[in-house]
C-alpha cells in the first residue's frame, strides 16, 4: 500500500484551481492512502474563510487524520535540525515523522518550497 503525508498547499491548489492542480490531483490519487495531521482541515477552512467561500469538508473526505499521542519534541527536533520553516510546516513535518518508521517509505506532498527542501533532507520522498 501506497501513503503520502498531504500538506494543506496540496489541498487548496485543487479547491481553488490553481496553477498545477490538476498534476497533483492526479498524483494524489495515484497513492492508496493520504494522511495528515488535523491541522490541515483548520488550514484548508482557513483558507476557504479568507477567500469568502463555504468551506468544503468533503476535499478532507480521503484524508486518514494523524493524532499523535505524545508530544513530538524528538520529531520537532528532528524537522529544526534538518533546516528552518515555520511553525505549522515543522508541526506537519513532525507528525509525518511520527508516523514514519523509514521516511523514505512515506511521501510527502507540498507545493510550499522551502517545507519539500526540509522533508528531502529529512528522508521522504517529495
Given at each position: 500500500m501506497t501513503t503520502a503525508y498531504v500538506d494543506s498547499s496540496c489541498i487548496l491548489a485543487i479547491a481553488f484551481g490553481e496553477r498545477g492542480a490538476a498534476a497533483m490531483e492526479r498524483?494524489?490519487?495515484?497513492?492508496?492512502?493520504?494522511?495528515?495531521?488535523?491541522?490541515?482541515?483548520?488550514?484548508?477552512?482557513?483558507?476557504?474563510?479568507?477567500?469568502g467561500l463555504e468551506p468544503d469538508a468533503p476535499v478532507l473526505s480521503p484524508v486518514a487524520w494523524i493524532v499523535p499521542e505524545r508530544p513530538l519534541h524528538a520529531e520537532i527536533a528532528r524537522v529544526l535540525e534538518a533546516g528552518y520553516v515555520r511553525g505549522a510546516d515543522c508541526w506537519h513535518l513532525a507528525t509525518a515523522l511520527y508516523l514514519a518508521d523509514d521516511p523514505a517509505?512515506?511521501?510527502?506532498?507540498?507545493?510550499?518550497?522551502?517545507q519539500a527542501k526540509?522533508?528531502?533532507?529529512?528522508?521522504f520522498a517529495t
Open positions: 498524483r494524489l490519487h495515484s497513492f492508496d492512502q493520504l494522511t495528515s495531521s488535523n491541522l490541515l482541515e483548520a488550514e484548508v477552512f482557513a483558507a476557504f474563510a479568507r477567500e517509505k512515506l511521501s510527502f506532498l507540498t507545493l510550499d518550497t522551502r526540509v522533508a528531502a533532507a529529512l528522508g
